[in-house]
């Protein structure tokens, strides 16, 4: 069973451009989740997608943004790229919203740079 | 709000050594509670999880935890190190519905031989 993957690996951006990432779950699981990971924040959730509808957000200003199609996969988009941006972006997919059932397995993630 | 704390930000054992890595969570009601180990360059790896019953709980690469809700507290257990347990640990705690997980600050484990 292919795990997560998540796309680019690595990626070098300027400041104000604009940056899309992609996901593609493990098969079968409906929810995917994006969590933000930096050495001053640590692992910060976020948002979710379940079923293509966003299910839970986080604390991250509008420019962030994702969406999810008919066939699971997501894309997040961050707008004018900012230098506290560069982070590594963990995508996380699971099967079901079930209490005790959910548990999330994550890609190896994307590496942005913003320069 | 929910939050852990992962106490030490690094730790060095030697290798055969046992090893416990601290976690305390709060959280208001019954938590669900993970331990993820990230290599470097790596996503993050599940090595075991509590959602509800026996408070020890088992996990990948003979890791073990254990569950104490007096002390909230969530411990990562080996009885003896390998050099490739080398890496940064997290602890996380959830609510179990959805996929909004609080993590630690993670515990860089450094193993010497």
């Known amino acids: 069973k292919a795990g997560v993957t998540q796309t680019p690996r690595y990626l070098i951006k300027t400041r104000g451009q604009q940056v899309t990432l992609s996901c593609s779950p493990i098969s079968g699981h409906r929810s995917v989740s994006w969590y933000q990971q930096t050495p001053g924040q640590g692992l910060q959730f976020l948002f979710e997608y379940f079923s293509e509808t966003q299910r839970n957000k986080g604390n991250f200003p509008g420019r962030f943004s994702g969406r999810q199609f008919s066939n699971s996969r997501s894309e997040m988009n961050v707008s004018t790229l900012e230098l506290g941006d560069s982070a590594l972006y963990l995508c996380?997919?699971?099967?079901?919203?079930?209490?005790?059932?959910?548990?999330?397995?994550f890609g190896a993630g994307s590496r942005l740079t913003v320069l | 709000a929910q939050s852990v704390t992962q106490p030490d930000i690094h730790i060095t054992v030697s290798e055969g050594a046992s090893l416990e890595l601290r976690c305390n969570y709060s959280?208001?009601?019954?938590?669900?509670l993970f331990w993820y180990v990230q290599s470097p360059g790596q996503g993050l790896q599940l090595l075991l999880k509590y959602f509800s019953g026996d408070t020890l709980v088992q996990g990948i690469k003979g890791f073990e935890a254990e569950f104490k809700r007096s002390q909230s507290s969530f411990n990562l257990r080996k009885p003896s190190v390998h050099w490739s347990d080398a890496a940064e640990y997290f602890c996380?705690?959830?609510?179990?519905?959805?996929?909004?997980?609080?993590f630690g600050t993670g515990t860089r484990l450094q193993v010497t031989l």
């Open positions: 996380a705690v959830g609510d179990g519905t959805a996929s909004k997980l609080t």
């Open positions: 959280y208001g009601a019954t938590p669900y």
């Open positions: 996380a997919s699971s099967s079901t919203g079930t209490p005790g059932a959910n548990v999330l397995t």
